[in-house]
């Protein structure tokens, strides 16, 4: 058996890998380079570098600006983005992805149905759809305010308020996460139900200008300002919620 377990090791490809582990700092990109390496199937020779000087001496040898490095057949590949490019994965940033909004509506959903349990015994209720709608706009105006530089930055690629009046890229997740919590609440209609109409009618309507009559096209800034969301149908999706919400309040 140990013989076979060697024959197997020796079968495997090596790669070589250079990264930061310093008694105060381990490179987590380091360690991330690493398991893909070996999830890859590779052997992997693990050189770390344990000092600055190290460090330093080792980036002026390879003229690079960061580690880790990896190296495959003699090659450089590159560091942790690099490595994944190689073997074909995703990297963030490169392409556009629908996950994040999707991740934020699946957890409200859930949140809202657990919520109509804990007041009705039952998750199918009206109150649920409303809750629903109510947590996911709290949710992205809290995303949003994350960073809101980096929110307005985006926002003002398509928004048309804000384009004429910069200020509002800065009110919009207040006003967003405002009418969320009010309506989740049930408190303030008169607020929270205007407020919900302009910021979603105006929203939906850069939407439809920058993507289908403009054809841009752009990331949304929904998510935050460093969402990898295109703008287009979600985006859209939560500017007519918003709307709906504020119509099925003020009908009732």
């Known amino acids: 058996m140990a013989t076979a377990a060697a024959a197997r090791s020796a079968a495997r490809p090596t790669a070589v890998l250079y990264?930061?582990?310093?008694?105060?700092?381990?490179?987590?990109?380091?360690?991330?380079?690493?398991h893909l390496l070996r999830?890859?199937?590779?052997?992997?020779?693990?050189?770390?570098?344990?000092?600055?000087?190290?460090?330093?001496?080792?980036?002026?040898?390879?003229d690079v600006a960061t580690t880790p490095q990896a190296?495959?057949?003699g090659e450089r590949v590159g560091g942790y983005d690099d490595l994944r490019r190689f073997f074909g994965g995703p990297?963030?940033?490169?392409?556009?992805?629908?996950t994040p909004v999707v991740a934020v509506f699946a957890t409200t959903a859930l949140l809202a149905l657990a919520a109509s349990v804990a007041a009705f015994g039952t998750p199918w209720t009206s109150q649920a759809g409303k809750w629903f709608v109510a947590f996911s706009m709290a949710v992205l105006a809290m995303l949003k305010l994350q960073d809101i530089e980096r929110f307005s930055t985006m926002f003002l690629n398509y928004d048309l308020l804000a384009r004429r009046w910069v200020p509002y890229a800065y009110?919009?997740?207040f006003a967003e996460g405002l009418a969320g919590v009010l309506m989740a609440s049930g408190r303030l209609p008169w607020l929270s139900v205007p407020v919900a109409l302009f910021i979603g009618g105006v929203g939906a309507a850069s939407?439809?200008?920058?993507?289908?009559?403009d054809r841009r096209e752009l990331k949304c800034a929904c998510v935050g300002g460093a969402s990898p969301v295109p703008l287009g149908v979600l985006s859209l999706t939560e500017n007519v919620m918003m709307v709906a919400m504020a119509a099925w309040v003020l009908a009732r």
Request: net charge neutral; hydrophobic share 40%; with cysteine.
């Open 19 to 34: 990264r930061m582990v310093m008694p105060t700092h381990i490179c987590p990109f380091g360690l991330k380079a690493r």
């Open 39 to 62: 999830a890859e199937g590779y052997q992997v020779e693990d050189h770390w570098l344990t000092t600055r000087e190290q460090q330093d001496a080792f980036k002026r040898e390879h």
């Open 71 to 73: 190296f495959i057949a």
């Open 91 to 98: 990297v963030r940033g490169d392409e556009t992805s629908y």
């Open 171 to 173: 009110v919009y997740p």
């Open 207 to 213: 939407v439809v200008k920058a993507v289908y009559i």
